[in-house]
């Protein structure tokens, strides 16, 4: 579920599920994993230095595509930023920023 107003209004189009809840990949923390439902840069006004669509097909040739693992490995000392992750079988560093525009579903947590 999104934590603000201006995201439930960027929500993506997939709905979640009972096994996990789809959120940004910037909100999610070390340690979560999941598995990513939507890639759509520009569903915010966020500055990235380069366009929605660049953007777009830069997240998409990096392999951050619909139905690809992922896990939060490490946040970054200042601000939380950059964040670490493992898609698939590589470690990918990014902005928060340009996270922003990837939505996951979690997976359920242990317990």
């Given amino acids: 579920m999104p934590d603000s107003f201006a995201e439930t209004l960027s929500a993506p189009t997939a709905a979640p599920s009972a096994d996990g809840r789809v959120v940004r990949l910037s909100l999610a923390r070390p340690g979560q994993k999941g598995i990513i ?31 690809a693992a992922i896990e939060v490995l490490h946040e970054g000392a200042i601000r939380r930023d950059p964040i670490a992750v493992r898609l698939d079988d590589m470690r990918v560093a990014l902005r928060r920023r340009d996270a922003e525009d990837v939505w996951l579903r979690l997976d359920p947590a242990p317990g």
């Fill in 37 to 67: 439902t939507e890639v759509s840069a520009g569903s915010h006004g966020g500055e990235h230095g380069v366009a929605a669509g660049e953007l777009e097909r830069r997240l998409l040739e990096f392999g951050f595509v619909e139905g």
